[in-house]
């Protein structure tokens, strides 16, 4: 394009037509458009073009030997203008009869990826990320996502909660350095954190109700379809409430979610044809992990009371109930040390999961805010007290009662826009495997 087009299209720019936007009241109007060119279908006399924005397609039609035509290639930038009429296409409402067309930006490349073919392989979509949120299906999820987020923040900010910020390096773990990324930090050996558990548990002392939604990272060599390297999280704490109260909270968060989503993503549930299921809107159910150990129990797996639940036993569990459910009162020995027992049985502790059907979304439970106690804990699970006395020391100035838990919003877009593998759900996914892009 030359330094004249490029000109001509910035002083145009600002009466540029989404596509989402055109309409009826349109037709016999001029109006002009940019977007990609998403298909070419070249005839005798005439060339129609399917052009996309961020927000929908529209077929255009140009005389052959337009100026200009040449240069256009699938995936380039173009600006057409000129009148809109109705199409007689039954894929299309309306038809833009091009009068002058321009080049912005010429796809040079082949594209690997063919936007109007289904494209199965995640792998061949991943490696060109940036082009594939050109796919409706793709650009849909993160659009819900997007959503899903501004839902999130307001359900929790007209609570009264105060978003913070904490550090992803730091000098200890919050659950005793597993699956930690290492780094050396100016000479000293510093981690990527996994949780901002510490640090969140200390703002208890000057505000009563945080949250944070931020990014962490787990060093686990998993290659399942629910499990990253790199993840976001949804942490809240709560200062004068206990477990049962963040169950009600999630609950709360998770159904203004879903209304949010069903009202204002329309258009993108469309698209990535799923239905949202009304089960949402019933009080999700809670098992104790007593109950739940009894129903495995009963369907002849091998397990008894203190065993950690693996994914085979709840695949099973999941099949029994695909809604959304909690399952609580968890034995104290598999929970982190920071988690308080149940002070009628001192075996049992005061958590929870929830899960949808196979999937756990959260995990949270009372916290101990007795220094000592906590300090005992750590001990019994065979971690150093002088490896987390910064975090110690806080218990020690008058620290009030609190539970909290973190939400996995990567797993939760799962659940919602009804994806299997959870790399559908993220821009740029890490695992084992994958870097790049």
């Not at 002070?343 to 502790?349: C, G, I, K, T």
Request: hydrophobic share 35%; aromatic share 10%.
């Amino acid at each position: 394009m030359n330094s004249k087009n490029h000109r001509e299209n910035q002083n145009n720019s600002t009466h540029q037509q989404l596509i989402c936007d055109i309409s009826s009241q349109f037709v016999g109007k001029h109006i002009s458009i940019v977007g990609w060119v998403n298909k070419l279908i070249k005839l005798k006399t005439v060339t129609f073009i399917v052009v996309c924005d961020n927000t929908g397609l529209l077929q255009i039609a140009i005389k052959n030997k337009t100026p200009n035509q040449n240069e256009i290639t699938k995936n380039s930038i173009i600006q057409a203008r000129g009148i809109l009429q109705k199409s007689q296409s039954h894929d299309f409402d309306f038809e833009l009869g091009v009068q002058s067309i321009t080049v912005i930006s010429k796809a040079i490349t082949q594209s690997p990826l063919d936007m109007n073919s289904n494209i199965s392989y995640l792998d061949t979509r991943l490696n060109s990320r940036a082009l594939d949120i050109r796919n409706p299906k793709t650009a849909a999820i993160f659009k819900i996502r997007h959503n899903a987020l501004i839902s999130i923040r307001a359900s929790l900010i007209q609570k009264g909660f105060i978003e913070i910020t904490t550090p992803k390096i730091i000098g200890n773990a919050a659950e005793g350095g597993a699956n930690l990324f290492s780094m050396k930090y100016f000479g000293n050996d510093a981690y990527l954190a996994q949780s901002p558990q510490l640090y969140k548990e200390q703002m208890m002392l000057g505000f009563n109700q945080i949250f944070e939604i931020a990014t962490f990272y787990r060093a686990e060599k998993s290659h399942t379809l629910k499990h990253l390297s790199e993840f976001t999280s949804v942490d809240i704490e709560c200062a004068f409430v206990n477990y049962s109260d963040i169950m009600d909270l999630i609950e709360s968060i998770i159904k203004n979610l879903y209304e949010f989503i069903l009202h204002n993503c329309k258009q993108e549930i469309n698209i990535i044809n799923t239905k949202i299921p009304n089960s949402y809107k019933r009080p999700f159910k809670r098992f104790t992990y007593s109950q739940i150990v009894e129903k495995l129990q009963n369907n002849d797996v091998g397990i008894k009371f203190g065993d950690d639940l693996l994914d085979s036993h709840l695949k099973l569990i999941g099949n029994l109930h695909p809604e959304f459910y909690f399952i609580t009162d968890w034995p104290l020995k598999i929970k982190p040390f920071y988690i308080s027992e149940k002070y009628e049985n001192d075996h049992l502790s005061q958590s929870f999961d929830l899960q949808c059907g196979d999937i756990e979304i959260s995990s949270g439970g009372t916290r101990i805010y007795d220094y000592q106690k906590l300090k005992n804990r750590m001990i019994d699970q065979n971690l150093n007290p002088s490896d987390f006395e910064n975090y110690l020391n806080v218990f020690n100035w008058g620290m009030p009662p609190h539970a909290g838990c973190g939400i996995g919003l990567d797993r939760l877009m799962m659940v919602l826009t009804n994806s299997k593998n959870i790399r559908e759900t993220v821009l740029y996914p890490r695992d084992p495997n994958r870097l790049f892009p």
